[in-house]
T-cell receptor, first 114, second 120 residues
Framework: DGGITQSPKYLFRKEGQNVTLSCEQNLNHDAMYWYRQDPGQGLRLIYYSQIVNDFQKGDIAEGYSVSREKKESFPLTVTSAQKNPTAFYLCASSIGLQGRNEQYFGPGTRLTVT | AQKITQTQPGMFVQEKEAVTLDCTYDTSDQSYGLFWYKQPSSGEMIFLIYQGSYDEQNATEGRYSLNFQKARKSANLVISASQLGDSAMYFC?????????????????FGQGTILTVHP
């Protein structure tokens, strides 16, 4: 079955540690995205990538980093510079950037930093 | 300014009844797309329906329809014959044609969401 996988589902870290969230898709989509969701809120874009080896900052990129070495993979690193990293993180992908371009989402990772 | 506004934090509906979830948007683009997603308590985001700004007819997908009023900049979601499984958070989102730099990058801007509770 095609889809997007994110691992792990729950992640706990101590303050000051970097942590990497995994996102893999087998939909053959060109574009991938990372969103952050806080309780009772909508999604905010962290980073996006249109193509391998290219990515752009979204609205709230500070304290985060990404890489896109393979079409299938778009890992997100939450660095110690992120002031409030506890949140629900969602990865998404879409065929491309034109047309209808609906985004398909993974199941998400709940990160708790104490 | 909010680009997507969902004014109903919570809505209640009786099973088998229809319900309308409100969404208004703000854009100066002529070309844009409007999406509705459902987020159950598990957290996954499920795509429901899409309306393009140039689409002349309102979009429909099974029990979901989109009441698109372009002049009023509203894109309300109508769920007919509500089911208990429809209880979830619902998000309206917009994809504008171009960003400030003139590049189309498919970014979605989400509203704050509406929690729908379906009563038996």
């Amino acid at each position: 079955d095609g889809g997007i996988t994110q691992s792990p589902k729950y992640l706990f870290r101590k303050e000051g540690q970097n942590v990497t969230l995994s996102c893999e898709q087998n939909l053959n989509h060109d574009a991938m995205y990372w969103y952050r969701q806080d309780p009772g809120q909508g999604l905010r874009l962290i980073y996006y990538s249109q193509i391998v080896n290219d990515f752009q900052k979204g609205d709230i990129a500070e304290g985060y980093s990404v890489s896109r070495e393979k079409k299938e993979s778009f890992p997100l690193t939450v660095t110690s510079a992120q002031k409030n990293p506890t949140a629900f993180y969602l990865c998404a992908s879409s065929i491309g950037l034109q047309g209808r371009n609906e985004q398909y989402f993974g199941p998400g990772t709940r990160l708790t930093v104490t | 300014a909010q680009k997507i506004t969902q004014t109903q934090p919570g809505m209640f509906v009786q099973e088998k009844e229809a319900v309308t979830l409100d969404c208004t948007y703000d854009t100066s683009d002529q070309s844009y797309g409007l999406f509705w997603y459902k987020q159950p308590s598990s957290g996954e985001m499920i795509f429901l329906i899409y309306q393009g700004s140039y689409d002349e007819q309102n979009a429909t997908e099974g029990r979901y329809s989109l009441n698109f009023q372009k002049a009023r900049k509203s894109a309300n979601l109508v769920i007919s014959a509500s089911q208990l499984g429809d209880s979830a958070m619902y998000f309206c989102a917009m994809r504008e044609g171009r960003d400030a730099g003139g590049t189309s990058y498919g970014k979605l801007t989400f509203g704050q969401g509406t929690i729908l509770t379906v009563h038996p």
